[in-house]
């Protein structure tokens, strides 16, 4: 057995503690194929207000399909997906939002998303990439989205690096500006595809750092797909494995990471040490 395997759990690991009764995101029963390929099958996940949720499972399982769904950039095909009520990325009558509601009911729904790729713009410098949807999307003026900005890079370190072109930084420090520019709207509900997976390992941990910092912001939702299992563990209250497009075990993160039940997840933990 892993080592971890043999930790002791308490009783206050059991439940978990940060989150309240609410229920944000309500998922039934998604189906999404790309092309004849079916990738979601049949999930079925409810995320609470507050809850810090880890998204495990191997490659190829859904992740990024889901969390895409999720803030409206994929359509799906069956099921639904309620954010706060709101129905998210399909219509009652099974038509699709046009991509501009989509958009309109992800800024409404504060839905913030970090990529693996970090996805910045590469022609402009760091300040102009946190700054420029606030002026864009949110309407600031200009001095005040640069002021707001600033702000947010030195919250995550960056604020010596605000001139910097994309490519001038490390990966690290590009994904803290995609995190300082995710935060800008203040998002309610933040997804982060694998914010780490595309880094050399020695920058890994700036970023967890700002992510285990995250965690802490009251009221904020995050799902966070990750293959760093001991982050996990740490930062979310809650977590969820998913294999061939549905959920196969869910739970407690440190019970669920701790002491897997499902086959498939014992596996992929073991195969993760
Ligand atoms: P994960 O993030 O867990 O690695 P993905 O959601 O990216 O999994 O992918 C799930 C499956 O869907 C994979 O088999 C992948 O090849 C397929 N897939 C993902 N995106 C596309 C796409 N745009 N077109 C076709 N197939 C895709
Ligand atoms: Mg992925």
């Given at each position: 057995?892993?080592?971890r ?11 978990s ?32 207000k ?7 499972g ?14 409206g ?41 970090v990529?693996q ?20 999307t ?28 994309p490519?001038?930084m ?32 020695e ?29 996990a ?30 086959p ?10």
């Amino acid at each position: 057995l892993p080592a971890r395997q043999k930790e002791k759990i308490s009783d206050a690991d059991m439940v978990s503690t940060e989150a309240s009764d609410e229920i944000l995101i309500d998922i039934k029963d998604l189906h999404k194929s790309y092309g004849k390929t079916p990738v979601l099958k049949g999930l079925n996940l409810r995320v609470k207000k507050g809850q810090i949720v880890a998204l495990l499972g191997p490659s190829g399982s859904g992740k990024s399909t889901l969390l895409r769904c999720i803030n409206g950039l994929d359509q799906y095909d069956g099921g639904s997906i309620t954010i706060g009520g709101d129905l998210i990325g399909k219509t009652l009558a099974g038509t699709f939002l046009l991509e501009k509601e989509a958009a309109r009911q992800r800024i409404k729904n504060k839905i913030g998303m970090v990529f693996q790729n970090f996805n910045l713009f590469q022609h402009i410098n760091a300040i102009e990439n946190v700054a420029m949807p606030l002026i864009w999307t949110y309407g600031e003026t200009t001095p005040a989205a640069y002021q707001h900005a600033f702000g947010l890079l030195k919250r995550v370190g960056l604020e010596n690096r605000y001139g910097a072109l994309p490519g001038q930084m490390s990966g690290g420090q590009q994904q803290r500006v995609a995190i300082a520019r995710t935060l800008a709207t203040r998002p309610q509900l933040l997804l982060l595809d694998e914010p780490t997976s595309a880094l050399d390992p020695e920058l890994v941990g700036e970023v967890l750092e700002i992510i285990r910092d995250l965690a802490q912001v009251d009221g904020l939702t995050m799902i966070i797909s990750t293959h760093q299992i001991r982050f996990a563990e740490q930062v979310a209250d809650y977590c969820v494995f998913l294999d061939g497009g549905v959920v196969v075990e869910e739970g407690a993160a440190k019970v669920v990471i701790n002491q897997p039940q499902n086959p498939r997840t014992q596996r992929f933990l073991s195969l993760m040490e």
